[in-house]
């Protein structure tokens, strides 16, 4: 697939780290912008584990508190997490909450007996366009184990948190 007319041009494309995810080089993804991100971990179903789930899970909620973002959902599968958040007026641009949440996560892993990485090095993002509201995007995002066959109902799953009205 080549750059058509009017998209910008291969020299203008960065990506966080060896990451394949393309991001243009001048958007900081710091703003009043829904982002949905995907996580995988490098290898297994490490999130299978009770205390790893949760310690993911909380830590979603406190680095999007430390760097003041608006966390709208998420939702950790065995082997990747979901999250759907928002910097507002933080200013602080995605691939810091990124470097931060999956560092500190990362050290807690090891203390609980994991062995590094935990996390695949590339991070999928998804800015929410004009036309879709956060509610359906979460709304997608929460129904992942459903699809999945892991539980009936995504209430029913434990790793899944929803911090606005579906």
């Given at each position: 697939?080549?750059?058509?007319?009017?998209?910008?041009?291969?020299?203008?494309?960065?990506?966080?780290?060896?990451?394949?995810?393309?991001?243009?080089?001048?958007?900081?993804?710091?703003?009043?912008?829904?982002?949905?991100?995907?996580?995988?971990?490098?290898?297994?179903?490490?999130?299978?584990?009770?205390?790893?789930a949760a310690m993911v899970i909380e830590n979603v909620e406190v680095y999007c508190r430390r760097l003041q973002y608006r966390l709208h959902g998420c939702c950790l599968m065995p082997d990747h997490l979901h999250?759907?958040?928002?910097?507002?007026?933080?200013?602080?641009?995605?691939?810091?909450?990124?470097?931060?949440?999956?560092s500190y996560t990362t050290n807690r892993f090891m203390k609980l007996g994991g062995t590094p990485p935990l996390w695949q090095r590339s991070a999928y993002d998804h800015v929410c366009r004009a036309a879709e509201t956060?509610?359906?995007?979460?709304?997608?995002?929460?129904?992942?184990?459903?699809?999945?066959?892991?539980?009936?109902?995504?209430?029913?799953w434990a790793w899944t948190k929803v911090c606005i009205q579906l």
């Amino acid at each position: 697939m080549g750059l058509e007319k009017g998209n910008p041009k291969k020299h203008e494309l960065l990506t966080y780290g060896t990451s394949r995810a393309v991001r243009l080089a001048d958007c900081d993804y710091a703003g009043s912008i829904d982002v949905h991100i995907v996580i995988r971990a490098l290898g297994g179903q490490p999130f299978r584990a009770e205390p790893v789930a949760a310690m993911v899970i909380e830590n979603v909620e406190v680095y999007c508190r430390r760097l003041q973002y608006r966390l709208h959902g998420c939702c950790l599968m065995p082997d990747h997490l979901h999250v759907l958040l928002s910097p507002r007026e933080s200013k602080v641009p995605l691939a810091n909450w990124l470097r931060s949440f999956k560092s500190y996560t990362t050290n807690r892993f090891m203390k609980l007996g994991g062995t590094p990485p935990l996390w695949q090095r590339s991070a999928y993002d998804h800015v929410c366009r004009a036309a879709e509201t956060a509610e359906q995007v979460l709304r997608y995002i929460v129904e992942n184990p459903v699809r999945r066959g892991l539980v009936d109902s995504w209430e029913d799953w434990a790793w899944t948190k929803v911090c606005i009205q579906l």
